[in-house]
């Protein structure tokens, strides 16, 4: 008889024969920050999440370093926004001054800025508006603007989660031209359309005032596509991939692992948060083991990287042994 049992008598030879193994090294946290001062806003739609000023952001890192969590990527809320989203590549923007903030007074943490306009343009969309419709080759100006402004500022990685044809390649060259050559890129290449990005937007305050994103994020139909997006932006100069949301899309992280050999990174977002969320405080799931399985998944899909608002809780469980 086969005996696959055998290697499941106990803790030790399953934790020998275990085939995927997680790393607190690769977890990412996204935090948000927002204009003024002293803020610590509870984020209503993502419980445990806070909009944050600098001067408030201590606690939240100590915490994550605490827990071994070493990576953070970066979300600003302006007051003001405007149509060109100026506040983006401000030199003194929520952003840029956050990671001034951060690398000065916590320099092992390794910070990440998303780069897109969607949270600082007043019509909410991740680019410059031409006729109601996002105009593609104006906006990579920009990315790379607010891109080389975040470096500037101190940021170690640009992470562009527009969606834009063309704007790894413009940030490349604008980092490259300004002697940030050693600056990599995470790009958000393969980045659906997706209803589960809900929650981000009540946080960051960047739902598009009219329309929708499905002229330059991905129908969540397709497979083929995810992969061009990725040889594109691979060939434009990405040195990391990123599939997005994790959870309802681990085929693709599966298939973009298999024609790639950079790293990827799966992000389990808002509305992966939220329903866990919800789930646990109702008592129908239990928590820890809940996000241990969709990270386990994550990596087990062939996710090198896992961006997630769970990556102290997760960091725990590590530690613990709960997952590993
Ligand atoms: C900005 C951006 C979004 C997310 C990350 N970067 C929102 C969007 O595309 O609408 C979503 C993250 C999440 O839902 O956790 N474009």
Redo the contacts with the bound molecule.
């Keep these: 008889m086969f005996r696959t049992r055998r290697l499941r008598a106990n803790e030790n030879i399953r934790n020998m024969v275990r085939e995927t193994r997680i790393s607190k090294d690769a977890l990412i946290y996204?935090m948000f920050f927002e204009e003024g001062e002293n803020i610590l806003e509870e984020i209503e739609s993502m419980p445990g999440q806070y909009r944050m000023s600098i001067d408030r952001c201590d606690g939240v890192i100590k915490e994550l370093l605490d827990a071994g969590v070493h990576s953070v990527i970066l979300?600003g809320i302006p007051k003001h926004k405007d149509d060109v989203g100026s506040e983006a590549y401000h030199n003194h923007g929520i952003v840029q001054e956050a990671i001034r903030y951060i690398k000065k007074n916590f320099p092992d943490i390794y910070v990440i800025a998303?780069v897109?306009m969607?949270?600082y343009t007043s019509h909410g969309h991740?680019g410059i508006l031409k006729n109601m419709y996002v105009d593609n080759d104006s906006t990579i100006k920009y990315l790379a603007k607010i891109a080389l402004s975040q470096v500037e500022a101190g940021a170690d990685m640009v992470a562009p989660?527009?969606m834009m044809d063309g704007r790894v390649s413009e940030i490349r060259k604008v980092l490259d031209e300004k002697g940030y050559k050693n600056i990599p890129i995470m790009a958000?290449s393969a980045?659906y359309a997706s209803a589960?990005?809900g929650?981000?937007?009540m946080a960051?305050d960047?739902a598009p005032a009219f329309g929708d994103?499905k002229s330059y994020?991905m129908d969540v139909h397709n497979v083929r596509e995810a992969l061009k997006e990725v040889e594109d932006d691979i060939l434009e100069g990405a040195d990391i991939v990123m599939v997005?949301?994790a959870m309802s899309f681990l085929d693709i992280v599966t298939k973009v692992k298999e024609i790639t050999n950079v790293p990827v990174a799966a992000?389990s977002?808002?509305?992966e948060?939220a329903m866990v969320k919800s789930a646990a405080k109702n008592g129908f799931i239990d928590e820890e083991k809940i996000i241990c399985e969709m990270a386990v998944s994550a990596f087990r899909a062939g996710a090198d990287i896992y961006i997630t608002?769970y990556a102290k809780e997760l960091a725990k469980c590590i530690e613990k042994g709960i997952i590993g």
């Design positions: 996204p979300f998303d897109c969607c949270e991740c989660s527009d958000y980045k589960f990005y929650p981000f937007r960051a960047s994103r994020q997005k949301p992000y977002v808002s509305g948060y608002y």
